[in-house]
């Protein structure tokens, strides 16, 4: 199907679900029975066509990856507009849900790529820090001093542990493969804001985990805006020697590099929300400044 065809389609969708699954009352749960159901019909969509390339040739592969791409923006398109029908977005809500469509977007070519790659789980904390303990509780007992400086010692070892603890820390990131032997564990972020410290350190931490876990960890930060020489906060992680950051241009080449597709031209030949989108819901966007946050 062509996108024109798709988007109609899911459309359709929408008016039924609108008609026949959303009661009146609170815009927060009938916008996420829009988004499951829409969601639902996208992954049906989907499926159909996975199934008429059960044993892919990589050309096969790349037709598969267009159609699910193709399939993926259609749903996007319609909706972003029929929550905009339920519920006018504003700046907040319009810019988080952009962010987590595009981290989904990017994130599919890994799915269904063009160059071996694998899917992995990511790291367990409490496995990772049991590893850090056993390695150091076994340096601690080689050393030449009693036990009861060797049980001050691990004493001492645990409090930062405890102190890690209790700020619930996770190791999962958006993507984790592994490529040519190495694990690669990827985060994905539309931008960094003025009110991102914490945010920016819980990154650091996790990415200097990963740094000592074993040679075989990379992290990797993919950013969809253009950098900015005065963000302090991207500069903080590019800085740091925990992470690879990758922002706009340089983010679409790496996908290309690990995947073998090359997104940014898929969506410069195919995404053009101004004019795929409803009118009214472009004007609203422009009247609002809210239509620049659709450059992908």
């Not at 790496?254 to 989108?277: L, P, R, S």
């Amino acid at each position: 199907m062509i996108k024109k065809e798709l988007i109609e389609n899911f459309r359709k969708q929408a008016d039924f679900i609108a008609l026949n699954k959303l009661k009146n009352g609170d815009k927060k749960k009938q916008t996420k029975i829009l988004n499951k159901e829409i969601k639902k019909y996208c992954e049906l969509l989907i499926k159909e066509e996975t199934g008429k390339y059960l044993d892919c040739s990589e050309q096969d592969n790349s037709v598969l990856l267009n159609q699910i791409l193709l399939i993926t923006y259609a749903s996007y398109v319609v909706m972003l507009e029929a929550r905009h029908k339920l519920w006018n977005y504003e700046y907040m809500s319009f810019t988080r849900r952009i962010g987590e469509l595009w981290e989904v977007f990017c994130k599919i070519p890994f799915y269904y790529p063009l160059k071996e790659l694998e899917i992995i789980a990511a790291p367990k904390y409490k496995k990772v820090q049991e590893n850090f303990e056993n390695k150091s509780f076994e340096y601690i007992d080689s050393l030449a001093i009693d036990e009861t400086q060797k049980r001050i010692l691990k004493y001492y070892y645990s409090i930062p542990w405890r102190m890690l603890d209790s700020g619930n820390i996770k190791l999962e990131l958006d993507l984790h493969f592994r490529q040519n032997g190495q694990d690669y564990n990827c985060d994905f972020k539309s931008g960094f804001g003025s009110n991102e410290k914490g945010n920016v350190n819980r990154i650091l931490l996790v990415g200097s985990f990963y740094k000592n876990i074993n040679d075989r960890q990379r992290a990797v930060l993919f950013v969809r805006q253009e950098e900015k020489k005065n963000n302090h906060y991207l500069q903080t992680l590019k800085q740091s020697p925990f992470w690879e950051c990758y922002c706009s241009d340089e983010c679409y080449k790496k996908i290309e590099y690990f995947t073998g597709f090359d997104i940014k031209k898929w969506i410069d030949d195919n995404i053009d929300w101004e004019n795929d989108i409803s009118n009214n819901f472009r004007d609203y966007l422009k009247e609002n400044g809210l239509i620049e946050y659709l450059k992908w």
